[in-house]
């Protein structure tokens, strides 16, 4: 592949057979179609809808649902399986609809196309649709086009183009015609290059194209768009290992049954279905429907915070992130050039206010108005009286070719960034362009270029004589000057000295700083050429300009590394920019900054063995991007990425939660990514972290009590037999079991609120099993107890043989058990005293709800008859709801254990 931008513009027309002047015949054109194809992104084949869904049903969990369906078919429980099919249709479209959004991302990235282009063929230029364009083409560019294809420009004129969108940088980039030295320079840095997808923002320029369609730059970024699988969430793999667990369970534990039962001479029909409804039992076949909704009920509490949900799994995914990779430009900072410092020649020759901020000085355009406005003025010493902060100030509003709304809105407003900028400071000063050129119309201007890297215009006075205000780069316009403004001595070394110095420290601070001079004449040249306009000017100070932090970035940051979550830069722009923005937002102690010439030479394995280190990337290519992504997820972590340009969209895609913003975002960053801020606010993405972990903790406290309950279950099956017991369950009392923990309580454990230190704990480890932190044991202990305590308690009954009361009571104390753990469970270390029992009012309505129908069960003659149930005496039914209790009651103890044990100047845990 040619390093296009190596080479002399003469060069690349030979190996590309074409003259500047001349253009590619009509039979090239065809030719080179032929070759090359339309000037067009194209998608790749992607996977068929049935194999995304045949993946989708072949998951372990999905495999367990079916195998329940089936199951409950064959009991002849047509609800339960229509119910249970009903959840893995929509377990199923939910990842079938991650999976097509690939396509969606390829479709935005051709709305990047331009439909009609200029170009040079046969000689004569034509308008053509820019899919005709292939390699060779001569194409002309002018201020507002969007560039159609990659080229090496062969002609600028004071050409600019916005790259914002491929390479982060948010200032317009001056372009260039001559060879550039270096292998593999950064795209930000090949000044020679134009590239598909960016905008030209003033002037004009020729190029012959390099590159079209999926060969362009931002084709190579839709292809690995494409390539890019998305990885299982967490939640999916946690959930997966889950369900692999439960597989071996159901068949250990039905096997261990059936075996007992027989062995106990019960009836083999009766044993079997037994054992198949322990195995439907053991599945909590609700877990799915509930996680489903808990994360379509986050989602919807998320959009709420401006937060859009693009795929449900991500909310919990934004719970286990332990990197935030984020892009600088329009993410943390406003993507608007801004400025933020002016000095004038009077600050500039007192050391003491160099840096004080831009708007300090107030600026009067009556001082200037009253002033005797002649040229003469300008030389003969009068503007000693002047103060130079009101030229300074116009010569920013009318040294300018930006477009400024007169409400002052930079949305409304046209042109370069850094003019809008600039003619946006004067406005707010009064200095308006348009009212003040109208006063001092302009006659004459030398545009800037990138050799001379100034503008001067010229301006005629309304009493005679012109002023001349030049800007530009401040040594370029330092070479021009003689003096300072307001000073009679010549602009000697000591205070050009003076001045450079407060360049670099404002340089230092990642400013872009431009140098503004003065000068008047009584009459203007014959010619107007820079040598004879721009020298001998008045140096009139310095204006710096950055693209501004978002006011919430520094809080939002700070509140991350609070919860343990590492932020790390990743942008286009330059080094000692995306530094200093960092330390602004304390990213890290040290900000140790890696470039793209750095990763060059870096494999994936060496990348990730530094990456610990690194807070910032500086000057990296969209590849880089993603590379970083895949080497911090080879260390272990769970990694989000923000951005909102075409750069972005790979790594936004392989990152475990792509992150885009909605306002400045683009197309293509919003259908590769999972979220979608539609504030831009970065703060929106620690409420959105908290909202990750509240949900996560939810589906554990339904995990936990859904087994807890289900192991309860199987623990009465199991040890009845060992005692000598009868059955003690029938399959349609399991199922009734089953139907009412899996329902409203489960449902309404999922939304309960957030405990108090949900952002006062670092990330859970990537690795972690979701039974860590004890709930494995939990589970254990909760069932078995709860066994043991229906055993117990049912064992007079049994001993006077009346079996009916005896497997009634077993029943009742399960279903009372199992709904009124749900209440202690909501937190494992506040009391439901502490919590209030109002504060989940959804879950106190399922648990009465499911009392009053176990009730109905016991004493209702048709019910009676379907459960094979016996009425309950008042005793019995009091000594059920007692010894029920006795599990809530042992998990309120132990939090109050935990809390006497707990150190009192600590935070209260949630």
């Not at 119910?83 to 097509?100: D, K, P, R, S, W």
């Not at 007192?350 to 030389?379: F, I, V």
């Not at 475990?656 to 990514?673: C, F, L, P």
Request: aromatic residues 6%; negative net charge.
């Amino acid at each position: 592949m040619h390093q296009w931008y190596q080479l002399e513009p003469e060069a690349v027309l030979q190996h590309l057979e074409v003259e500047a002047d001349q253009g590619l015949s009509l039979e090239e054109v065809n030719c080179r179609q032929q070759q090359y194809g339309a000037n067009e992104l194209i998608e790749q084949p992607a996977k068929s809808p049935w194999r995304m869904i045949w993946e989708q049903l072949t998951a372990s969990t999905i495999l367990i649902l079916l195998a329940a369906a089936a199951i409950s078919a064959l009991l002849g429980d047509l609800k339960d399986t229509v119910a249970i099919l009903a959840i893995v249709i929509l377990t199923t479209l939910i990842g079938f609809n991650q999976e097509y959004r690939t396509s969606q991302a390829i479709a935005a990235l051709k709305k990047l196309s331009v439909p009609k282009v200029r170009v040079c063929r046969g000689g004569e230029y034509q308008e053509i649709s820019a899919l005709a364009l292939v390699p060779g083409d001569i194409l002309l560019l002018e201020a507002g086009n969007l560039v159609p294809a990659d080229g090496r420009l062969l002609e600028s004129v004071n050409l600019r183009i916005q790259e914002a969108t491929l390479t982060g940088e948010a200032a317009a980039v001056d372009k260039q015609t001559a060879a550039l030295s270096g292998s593999d320079l950064p795209l930000a840095d090949r000044l020679n290059m134009v590239y598909r997808g960016t905008m030209v923002t003033y002037g004009r320029g020729r190029a012959v194209v390099t590159a079209t369609g999926m060969n362009t730059e931002l084709g190579r970024i839709a292809h690995l768009v494409q390539i890019v699988e998305p990885e299982p969430t967490p939640l999916q793999q946690r959930l997966d290992g889950l369900g692999q667990r439960l597989v071996m369970a159901v068949l250990l534990l039905t096997a261990i049954i059936f075996a007992l039962g027989v062995l106990r001479g019960e009836p083999l029909q009766l044993m079997f279905l037994t054992a198949v409804s322990i195995a439907v039992g053991v599945v909590p076949e609700g877990l799915p429907a509930i996680v489903t909704i808990a994360l379509a009920m986050g989602a919807q509490r998320m959009l709420h915070q401006q937060a859009l949900i693009r795929n449900l799994p991500a909310v919990e995914t934004l719970g286990s992130v332990t990197v935030i990779g984020t892009d600088k430009t329009g993410t943390l900072t406003a993507n608007q050039m801004t400025v933020t410092r002016m000095l004038s020649a009077e600050q500039l020759t007192a050391p003491s206010s160099l840096l004080s901020p831009a708007g300090e000085t107030a600026a009067s355009p009556e001082a200037l108005k009253t002033l005797n406005c002649c040229g003469e003025a300008l030389w003969s010493g009068e503007q000693s009286n002047l103060d130079s902060t009101p030229l300074l100030l116009l010569a920013m509003a009318l040294c300018n070719d930006a477009v400024i709304a007169d409400n002052g809105c930079p949305d409304q407003s046209l042109g370069d960034p850094t003019e809008v900028a600039l003619g946006l400071w004067a406005a707010q000063a009064g200095f308006l362009k348009t009212e003040w050129e109208q006063w001092l119309p302009r006659v004459a201007e030398i545009p800037f270029d990138a050799n001379r890297r100034r503008m001067t215009t010229l301006h005629r006075l309304p009493n005679g004589g012109y002023l001349v205000f030049t800007k530009g780069a401040v040594a370029t316009v330092l070479e021009q000057s003689s003096q300072i403004w307001g000073r009679s001595e010549s602009l000697d070394a000591v205070w050009r000295h003076s001045i450079e110095a407060a360049n670099h420290q404002l340089a230092q601070q990642g400013s872009r700083v431009l140098g503004v001079a003065v000068r008047g004449l009584p009459v203007l040249p014959d010619a107007i050429e820079p040598a004879l306009i721009e020298q001998n000017s008045q140096f009139l100070g310095l204006v710096a300009l950055a693209d501004p932090l978002r006011p919430e970035a520094e809080t939002a940051v700070h509140t991350c590394r609070a919860a343990g979550i590492r932020v790390v830069m990743i942008t286009g722009d330059q080094p000692l920019v995306a530094q200093q923005i960092a330390q602004q937002l304390g990213m890290a102690d040290q900000a140790l900054c890696f470039t793209g010439a750095d990763l060059h030479s870096l494999s994936i394995d060496e990348l990730a063995s530094k990456a610990a280190a690194i807070s910032v990337y500086a000057r990296v290519s969209p590849e880089q991007k993603l590379t970083i992504v895949q080497a911090l997820q080879t260390q272990g972590e769970i990694v989000a990425m923000t951005g909102d340009g075409v750069n972005d969209a790979p790594a936004l895609r392989q990152a475990d939660i792509g992150i885009a913003m909605g306002n400045s975002g683009t197309d293509v960053a919003k259908e590769a990514a999972d979220m979608v801020l539609l504030n831009d606010n970065f703060a929106t993405i620690v409420a959105a972290v908290a909202e990750g972990r509240v949900i996560y903790d939810n589906i554990r406290k339904c995990i936990k009590y859904l087994l807890g309950g289900n192991s309860a279950e199987i623990w009465i099956m199991l040890l009845a037999p060992i005692l000598g017991m009868p059955l003690p369950l029938l399959p349609i009392q399991i199922l009734w079991v089953n139907l009412l923990s899996d329902g409203l309580p489960a449902l309404a454990l999922s939304i309960e609120p957030a405990e108090q230190d949900v952002m006062q704990r670092p990330p859970r480890p990537p690795d972690e099993s979701i039974f860590a932190n004890g709930m494995g044991w939990d589970i254990f202990w909760i069932g078995l107890t709860i066994g043991l305590v229906a055993l117990a308690a049912g064992y007079p009954s049994w001993r006077q043989a009346s079996y009916g009361h005896w497997q009634t009571m077993l029943f009742t104390i399960l279903t009372f058990s199992e709904t009124l753990i749900v209440l202690a469970l909501r937190s494992d270390r506040r009391s439901l005293i502490q919590l209030g029992l109002g504060t989940n009012r959804p879950l106190l309505g399922a648990v009465i709800l499911t009392l009053f129908l176990q009730l109905a069960v016991i004493y209702l003659p048709g019910l009676q008859d379907l459960f094979q149930t016996a009425s309950l005496s008042l005793s019995e039914l009091g000594l059920s709801l007692l010894v029920s209790s006795s599990v809530f009651w042992l998990l309120e103890l132990r939090k109050g254990i935990w809390q006497r044990g707990r150190p009192t100047d600590h935070p209260a845990e949630g």
